[in-house]
Nanobody
Framework: QVQLVESGGGLVQPGGSLRLSCVAS????????MAWYRQAPGNGRELVAT???????NYADSVKGRFTISRDNAKKTVWLQMNSLKPEDTANYYC?????????WGKGTLVTVSS
């Protein structure tokens, strides 16, 4: 059974940084695209960043220049480096992985940006 486990969330002041990690465990082959989504209270889930197997990245306009997504295929791990955090970045952040047509979601890690 495949599990995605996120870590790295927490409370940070505006302007601060956090690094989220997501590790895929279990039998999972040929991971294609990996991504991070987020969902703020009262809002729908939105795509934050994606990274393909070849390393091509895309970002939501709201995080461009502040967030960086990266991955290690051998470790089945994806990271999200978040800099210059703003209160509007407060949300649950979810890891998303596509593998051979199957989509997997993590349970989320909470990021709170507040002074």
């Amino acid at each position: 059974q495949v599990q995605l486990v996120e870590s790295g969330g927490g409370l940070v002041q505006p302007g601060g940084s956090l690094r989220l990690s997501c590790v895929a465990s279990g039998t999972i082959f040929s991971i294609n695209t990996m991504a991070w989504y987020r969902q703020a209270p009262g809002n729908g889930r939105e795509l934050v960043a994606t990274i393909t197997g070849s390393g091509t990245t895309n970002y939501a306009d709201s995080v461009k220049g502040r967030f960086t997504i990266s991955r290690d295929n051998a470790k089945k791990t994806v990271w999200l480096q978040m800099n210059s955090l703003k209160p509007e970045d407060t949300a649950n952040y979810y890891c998303w992985v596509a593998s051979k047509g199957v989509i997997y979601w993590g349970k989320g890690t909470l990021v709170t940006v507040s002074s």
